[in-house]
């Protein structure tokens, strides 16, 4: 299975909701990512977790909240948004080897479309 | 600064003719490059991957290059077809003592028939 996947595919929610993106891999990989893209714009990085631990948050508003429940899952908690994050949100894993060079290729998903009304 | 730049921002070609992508980078200390193909509203799709000893790669229709000298890649797309119509992302890794990744801004490719 050489797949990521993401649900739900597209989200409408209104400011004051909470809800939750879910990504999903089953290649065994140790690092997960969380992007922000804006049409036209290429992926922002938001969130790395390294065996399942939060090893890098870019500076992200609170509202947004990342979980890695177990290796292969990672979740996206939302709450609180504003218009202005409508964007695609993607999911992306990849294997944790610093030390070998070109193996952290990163998997992506097919993202979550969000829509903030 | 770490900063990768595409060229052209966006290129219009008719289908079955050739189109080379360009990225330049200025990265350091190098790790790896590499091109997705992202279509609208898609996840970036892996196209090559490229370490610094390498210097081409090819997938089916696409060979990327890359000089690691002049810290310039390109992608070299054959006999384009109207599905190669997305965006060309070069994305660039480098490692200080942990990976970082910056993304290029793109370029859109449109191919008519």
């Known amino acids: 299975d050489t797949e990521v996947t993401q649900t739900p595919k597209h989200l409408v929610m209104g400011m004051t909701n909470k809800k939750s993106l879910k990504c999903e891999q089953h290649?065994?990989?140790?690092?997960m990512y969380w992007y922000k893209q804006k049409a036209k714009k290429p992926p922002e990085l938001m969130f790395v977790?390294?065996?399942?631990?939060?090893?890098i948050n870019e500076s992200v508003p609170s509202r947004f909240s990342p979980e890695c429940p177990n290796s292969s899952l990672l979740n996206l908690h939302l709450h609180a948004l504003q218009p202005e994050d409508s964007a695609l949100y993607l999911c992306?894993?990849?294997?944790?080897?610093?030390?070998?060079?070109?193996?952290?290729?990163?998997?992506f998903g097919p993202g979550t479309r969000l829509t903030v009304l | 600064k770490n900063q990768v730049e595409q060229s052209p921002q966006s290129l219009i070609i008719l289908e079955g003719k050739n189109c080379t992508l360009q990225?330049?980078?200025?990265?350091?200390?190098?790790?790896?490059l590499r091109w997705y193909k992202q279509d609208t509203g898609r996840g970036p799709v892996s196209l090559t991957i490229?370490?610094?000893?390498?210097n081409t790669k090819s997938n089916g229709r696409y060979t990327a290059t890359l000089d690691a000298d002049t810290k310039q890649s390109s992608l070299h797309i054959t006999a384009s077809q109207l599905s190669d119509s997305a965006s060309y992302i070069c994305?660039?890794?480098?490692?200080?003592?942990?990976?970082?990744?910056?993304f290029g801004a793109g370029t859109r490719l449109f191919v008519k028939a």
């Open positions: 992306a894993s990849s294997q944790v080897n610093p030390r070998i060079l070109g193996k952290n290729e990163q998997f």
């Open positions: 290649m065994g990989h140790r690092a």
């Open positions: 977790y390294s065996y399942e631990k939060l090893s």
């Open positions: 990225c330049n980078y200025t990265v350091s200390p190098f790790s790896n």
């Open positions: 490229m370490t610094f000893s390498e």
């Open positions: 994305v660039v890794s480098f490692n200080t003592g942990g990976f970082k990744t910056i």
